[in-house]
């Protein structure tokens, strides 16, 4: 056993032996540092700063549009028995609520576009990126709930999706006052 040791320790020193580099060129020769990491359009577009409260409260409200969705996946997914009357209740909700969705959506867009520069083609990324992480949320809180809970909060999903207070009209009443007044003017271009 220290035969081999002893035999392992010479043949490792020896192949060192073997470079005809010197010791001070090995240095010189390590890799050169990692170039920063450069972060993905997408999410560059999608971790961009705000410029404005009409970028903050837009994107809560298109995040508090995409909840219902949200919550109808995970609970078809863990309580089948409930899948139909979910489904039905979303859809239902959805079509009472399309223009909204598709006003919140459209002036998301505009906002992704701009911020994406010649990136552009990274926006149709974002949506739908944006979505995951909103089922992600919630699945992460669903976990919190014991089993009771949750399966009683799915089975009471139908009911509350009709409920007025859903309905985003009303939800986002004063989000929506603030989006539809648009974003801020672009300073005009000073005179010359």
């Not at 993905?40 to 995409?66: C, G």
């Not at 999706?161 to 005009?188: D, F, H, S």
Request: charge should be positive; include cysteine; charged fraction near 30%.
């Amino acid at each position: 056993m220290r035969a081999r040791l002893l035999l392992s320790i010479v043949a490792a020193a020896s192949l060192v032996g073997c470079s005809r580099e010197p010791a001070a060129q090995i240095v010189e020769a390590a890799p050169a540092p990692a170039q920063p990491y450069k972060i993905h359009p997408m999410y560059r577009i999608i971790e961009a700063p705000y410029e404005s409260r009409y970028e903050l409260v837009l994107d809560a409200a298109l995040r508090t549009s995409m909840y219902p969705d949200a919550v109808q996946q995970i609970c078809s997914q863990w309580f089948p028995e409930y899948g139909r009357d979910v489904a039905d209740a979303f859809v239902e909700w959805r079509a009472k609520n399309q223009l909204v969705l598709d006003e919140l959506r459209n002036r998301s867009t505009e906002v992704w576009n701009r911020r994406a520069g010649p990136d552009i083609a990274y926006v149709k990324m974002v949506y739908p990126h944006i979505r995951k992480d909103v089922v992600d949320v919630f699945m992460r809180q669903s976990d919190k709930m014991s089993v009771e809970n949750f399966k009683a909060s799915c089975a009471e999903y139908p009911a509350l999706m009709r409920k007025p207070e859903w309905q985003l009209e009303r939800k986002l009443k004063k989000e929506l006052v603030e989006i539809r007044e648009g974003p801020p003017a672009a300073p005009a271009a000073a005179k010359s």
